[in-house]
């Protein structure tokens, strides 16, 4: 928390230290004609109390937004992946992920100036899921499959409210300091592996550090200035790169709600340990390596496509998007293998460019209005 202070400290000097001088950022007209899109993501560190207070310590989240602006108001969905380390002796298993999936509302202050505080309200779905194997169901359900979790998971909501400061740094991009108050509610759950009664509910504070992006730049005279490709779509390696996190880090979310996989719990925990433990080789089966993972890099290709971005371009989404997966979308490590199959899947399946190449020359497709041409490249 000392350091989120500090920057906050920082923030103000840079604001104070212009003086009077005019701000080529402040735009006194911004409410009325911004950009109605954005993504931001941001890190996040607490704790939490209630029921859970002596048994968990030391949060840490990850949460990345989609946000659409209505004059002052930025209104949203969020992933978090938040995980919390329990308290000795016990502080040497695996943690318990946190997720928390829903939508959120911003009410912004002074939007024309650099600096620009805000409130927030957020209420989202919650699930806690324990990794460690002192929670694992004994006995096991009939139906369970490998790649199933062990552990039961405790769904229910939460509800958060908080406040913050933005601090623009150029058109597209401002950082953000926040505090987030959550309280939650979950199905009671059977703590007695580590010797205390059952628990529900809690409250979580975060103190979170991130950035807030508008590709196209926050407003529309910013986006005037971006080049379009010949169907007129505008060329957007930040558009890319946000559909490519959505796509990982929804399939998380889909594995831990809908699958109930072992994998994705995840974390900034998660995502350091993948990190400093390296790649691997997996041996899954031929179906998730051979079919699953080249498929999710056509969808990474695709992501880039459909941000204006030409064939070439495109395909350096697809070993982007494999490395975001191993590193911070499963608690596995990382697997060289995965990484390999879901990068070369436009070269090895082809379905999705030669689909593109293929409509484009046979349809012979024309840019309307005169600017492309002929032969638009695909």
């Avoid at 920057?7 to 604001?15: C, W």
Wanted: glycine content about 10%; proline content about 6%.
């Amino acid at each position: 928390m000392a350091i989120i202070a500090a920057l906050v400290l920082l923030v103000l000097q840079l604001l104070f230290a212009s003086g009077s001088s005019a701000d080529p950022l402040d735009d006194p007209h911004a409410e009325s004609h911004l950009n109605p899109w954005g993504f931001s993501f941001n890190l996040g560190m607490g704790d939490a109390n209630g029921d859970f207070d002596d048994l968990f310590h030391d949060q840490l989240a990850g949460e990345y937004n989609f946000f659409h602006v209505n004059g002052p108001w930025r209104i949203g969905f969020g992933l978090n992946f938040s995980s919390f380390d329990m308290v000795e002796p016990y502080d040497k298993e695996h943690e318990w992920g946190y997720q928390r999936t829903g939508f959120f509302g911003q009410y912004m202050f002074m939007q024309q100036k650099r600096l620009r505080p805000y409130v927030e309200l957020r209420a989202a779905a919650a699930r806690l899921h324990p990794r460690s194997e002192l929670f694992t169901m004994d006995p096991l359900p009939e139906d369970f499959e490998t790649g199933d979790s062990p552990t039961e998971a405790a769904d229910g909501f939460t509800l958060g409210m908080g406040g913050g400061l933005e601090y623009k740094i150029s058109r597209g991009l401002a950082l953000d300091l926040s505090f987030l108050a959550s309280p939650f509610w979950v199905e009671e759950y059977d703590l007695s592996p580590v010797g205390r009664p059952p628990a529900s509910s809690g409250t979580t504070y975060e103190g979170r550090l991130g950035v807030v992006w508008w590709p196209h730049g926050e407003t529309v005279a910013d986006s005037s200035m971006v080049p379009r490709d010949a169907w007129g779509v505008k060329h957007s390696w930040g558009w890319a790169m946000g559909e490519m996190l959505a796509i990982n880090l929804g399939a998380s979310g889909f594995n831990e709600y809908v699958r109930n996989a072992n994998f994705n719990q995840i974390s900034p925990r998660s995502w350091w340990e993948n990190l400093e433990e390296g790649f691997h080789y997996d041996d899954n089966e031929f179906r998730t390596n051979q079919y699953i993972h080249p498929f999710n890099g056509s969808t990474y290709f695709n992501s880039g496509r459909a941000n204006g971005l030409d064939f070439w371009e495109s395909s350096i989404v697809g070993p982007l998007g494999a490395f975001v997966w191993e590193a911070f979308g499963e608690t596995h490590p990382m697997s060289w293998n995965d990484l390999l199959n879901t990068a070369s899947a436009e070269s090895r399946w082809e379905k999705c460019p030669i689909a593109c190449r293929l409509s484009c020359w046979t349809t012979k497709r024309e840019e309307r209005d005169g600017r492309g041409a002929k032969w638009a490249d695909s």
